[in-house]
């Protein structure tokens, strides 16, 4: 049977999924939000006595970091390298100048605070860690925001916890990780949603051991002195990116690398994004456009069955 938890957590609606009895389930997966909980007090930004906040405030110092803060923080290093730069969490100076200074929830039910634009060059090369004793040290200028990644590598540690017990799914707010195939082998389902029909789906994916995750501009948008902004930050222009990917979904090895690949076609636009995205062989991904017209990857007919991704 499979049974499943819904709760909010990180900014987003969560649902983990694992195929128990019943009994064991009811015991299980009520943990699942405590585990999140705990995490998100270390990884936080808009939590102003999270580790990450009181990092960002210790600008100049030496600071000891918890287990869980290295992995995050070495993961988003990671992941910057990866994506050649174009997903850093050196980001958060021009998040926070672009208007999203608070929880995403209160932007949406109380617009958003006017920042000043940041001049500051400071950069991740100027980061000091000391690996042996787990210290880090951020210069003058600098903030950092786990972002995506800290959702991914949440979901992945959820996987990790529930498998012990039986196949599952995590879903953090669209970064999504399946376990293994559920007991009678099939893949678990997932869908693609349609960013301009909410309620209705574009394609079904099926995954056992992927990640998949979505970056979109329908979502996490705002206004800010009547310009439309959003979350996913061109670095190479300290703004929003200016880009005609309305949604663009990306399945990978894992949800880290999906959804760090998902921002990264984002960011380049649906014709570099797809080029790009179809020199990963182990990537593939659902593409739309801010016309509404669909662009497909060629390795999407892995995961996907119908005949509009088989033709691709």
Request: net charge negative; proline share 4%.
């Amino acid at each position: 049977m499979i049974n499943q938890i819904k709760f909010r957590a990180m900014g987003s609606q969560m649902m983990a999924a694992l195929e128990v009895d019943l009994e064991l389930a009811e015991t299980i997966l009520p943990q699942v939000p405590q585990w999140i909980e705990e995490w998100e007090q270390s990884l936080s930004r808009f939590r102003p006595e999270s580790e990450l906040s009181r990092l960002n405030r210790s600008q100049g110092k030496m600071i000891r970091v918890s287990e869980i803060f290295w992995d995050v923080l070495n993961l988003s290093l990671q992941t910057e390298h990866t994506s050649q730069g174009l997903v850093t969490p050196a980001v958060l100076n021009a998040l926070e100048t672009a208007g999203y200074s608070k929880d995403f929830d209160l932007i949406r039910s109380g617009g958003v605070q006017i920042n000043q634009e940041f001049t500051s060059k400071a950069s991740l090369e100027d980061l000091i860690v000391v690996e042996e004793e787990k210290l880090v040290l951020i210069p003058k200028g600098l903030s950092l925001d786990f972002g995506g990644v800290a959702k991914g590598w949440a979901a992945q540690k959820v996987i990790e916890n529930l498998q012990k017990f039986g196949p599952a799914i995590m879903d953090a707010g669209g970064d999504i990780m399946s376990g293994s195939a559920l007991q009678d082998g099939s893949p678990w389902p997932i869908a693609i949603g349609d960013p301009f029909q909410p309620e209705n789906d574009l394609e079904m994916l099926y995954l056992a051991g992927e990640g998949v995750a979505t970056s979109g501009q329908d979502y996490r948008f705002w206004n800010l002195n009547g310009t439309r902004m959003h979350h996913i930050i061109d670095v190479r222009t300290g703004r929003p990116a200016e880009s005609d990917v309305f949604s663009a979904t990306v399945v990978a090895p894992n949800v880290i690398q999906a959804e760090m690949a998902a921002k990264v076609v984002l960011i380049l636009g649906s014709e570099e994004g797809l080029s790009w995205l179809e020199d990963q062989p182990d990537h593939a991904g659902y593409i739309v456009r801010m016309d509404n017209t669909k662009l497909i990857s060629k390795h999407l007919s892995n995961y996907c069955w119908s005949k509009t991704c088989q033709n691709h």
